[in-house]
């Protein structure tokens, strides 16, 4: 793996908010950026907040996939 010592910035191809694409971009310090193509307000936040989001809403779809199996046997 290569340590992250400058800026990448990518643009996504089909993720869209308000009609414009959204601007990606991992920082040095482990920070995620977010923002729209045109705009210049970044919303920043740590890559390890990003993971931690992440696993939960996996097994919050866990859980719920579960539940209705358990749901449908009955």
């Not at 601007?23 to 307000?41: A, Y």
């Not at 919303?43 to 449908?72: D, G, H, I």
Request: aromatic residues 4%; glycine residues 6%.
């Amino acid at each position: 793996m290569i340590p992250l010592r400058k800026t990448v910035i990518r643009e996504t191809t089909r993720t869209r908010d308000a009609g414009r694409n959204i601007i990606v971009s991992l920082e040095p310090g482990d920070v995620i950026g977010f923002r729209l193509k045109g705009c210049r307000q970044t919303f920043r936040m740590p890559l390890q907040a990003c993971y931690s989001v992440a696993v939960k809403l996996e097994l919050k779809a866990q859980r719920e996939a579960k539940k209705a199996q358990r749901k449908s046997r009955r």
